[in-house]
């Protein structure tokens, strides 16, 4: 079974930095992109960033230039280091592996971590 495991939420003041992990765990062979979603309080969850296997990057318009996402595909690991936070980077933080495939099995499934609260304070 696979599981994702995020780390590094917090409080923190504005304009401090936080770095967010989420690691894939399980008899994984390959997994596509791995992305990175936030859920505001009361609002809907959107995508943050994104990064392919072989390292093309997206990123939402309110966090370029501000956020670096990043992966160990040998870790199977996916970082989001987020620098110069604002109140409004207030949110809970997911992360997303998709067609990930697994030792043994002929499908591939996209999986979510449980989501790590990151809160900026003014």
């Known amino acids: 079974q696979v599981r994702l495991v995020e780390s590094g939420g917090g409080l923190v003041q504005a304009g401090g930095s936080l770095r967010l992990s989420c690691a894939a765990s399980?008899?994984?062979?390959?997994?596509?992109?791995m992305n990175w979603f936030r859920q505001p309080p009361g609002k809907q969850r959107v995508l943050v960033a994104a990064i392919t296997s072989g390292s093309s990057t997206i990123y939402a318009d309110s966090v370029k230039g501000r956020f670096t996402i990043s992966r160990d595909n040998a870790k199977n690991t996916v970082y989001l280091q987020m620098d110069s936070l604002k109140p409004e980077d207030t949110a809970v933080y997911y992360c997303n592996a998709e067609s990930v495939r697994e030792s043994g099995s002929l499908y591939e499934r996209d999986y979510w971590g449980q989501g790590t609260q990151v809160t900026v304070s003014s």
């Open positions: 399980g008899s994984i062979t390959s997994i596509s992109d």
